[in-house]
C-alpha cells in the first residue's frame, strides 16, 4: 500500500509533526503510563523515530491510529523497531492497525532496512508476516516474554543474521522521559 492511499474510510498518510500530540494522547489511552517501564520502550527513550517511516490513519479530520519505527541495533547489524501501534479503542477490528503497519513496512523495505523487531501478539502481527524469533543468540534487555519476541525480514535471510544485545541504535536527546539524565 502506498502512503497516502484510500483504505476502506479513512486514509493512511506519513506522520506529519502536528499529528504529534494526538499520536500521544492515543498512545496513553492505548497503553497508559507503564508503557515507559516496559523494554520495548527503553530502546525508544532518547531516541527519535524514523520520521519518513511514521504512518497515521486519518477519517473525517480524526486521528485514528498511529505507527511508529525506532533504529535500533542488533549486535553489529541496524534493524528497526516497530511501535507503539495504536488504534482508537473504538476503531478496533476495522483494519486500521493491519493498514498502518502495510503502508510502514513498504517503506521501511523501500528506505533499504533489513528487519523489523517487535514484542507482541504473534496471532495478530503474523497478519503481515512477522514469525516468532527462537535465536537465543538474540538478547533483548529487560524482562521480555521469549513467546512475544517477533521479527519480520525485509531482505531474504535478514533475520537468520541477527545475533547478539539488542540495544538503541543511537541517543537522540539525553534526557529520560520525566527530564532526568539518560544512564
Known amino acids: 500500500m502506498s502512503p497516502g492511499a484510500e483504505t476502506a474510510d479513512w486514509e493512511i498518510r506519513r506522520e506529519r509533526a502536528e499529528d504529534g500530540p494526538c499520536i500521544e494522547i492515543l498512545t496513553e ?55 507503539p501501534l495504536a488504534v482508537e479503542s473504538s476503531q478496533r477490528g476495522r483494519g486500521i492497525g493491519i493498514s498502518l503497519m502495510k503502508a510502514g513496512i513498504a517503506a521501511a523495505r523501500d528506505a533499504g532496512w533489513h528487519a523489523i523487531l517487535l514484542v507482541g501478539d504473534e496471532p495478530y502481527y503474523s497478519r503481515v508476516g512477522f514469525v516468532r524469533l527462537t535465536s537465543s543468540e538474540l538478547r533483548f534487555p529487560g524482562p521480555v516474554d521469549a513467546s512475544r519476541l517477533l521479527g519480520l525480514a525485509l531482505s531474504d535471510g535478514a533475520l537468520e543474521t541477527l545475533r547478539g544485545p539488542v540495544a538503541r541504535a543511537r541517543i537522540d536527546e539525553p534526557n529520560c522521559a520525566d527530564g532526568a539524565p539518560l544512564g
Do not use: H, T
Request: hydrophobic content about 45%; cysteine-free; charged content about 20%.
Open 29 to 83: 489511552a492505548g497503553f497508559g503510563p507503564g508503557r515507559y517501564a516496559k523494554s520495548a520502550y527503553r530502546l525508544r527513550e532518547g531516541v527519535k523515530a524514523v520520521a519518513d517511516l511514521g504512518f497515521v490513519a486519518v477519517e473525517n479530520g480524526i486521528l485514528r491510529g498511529s505507527v511508529r519505527f525506532w533504529p535500533i541495533k542488533v549486535g553489529q547489524d541496524q534493524a528497526l523497531l516497530l511501535g
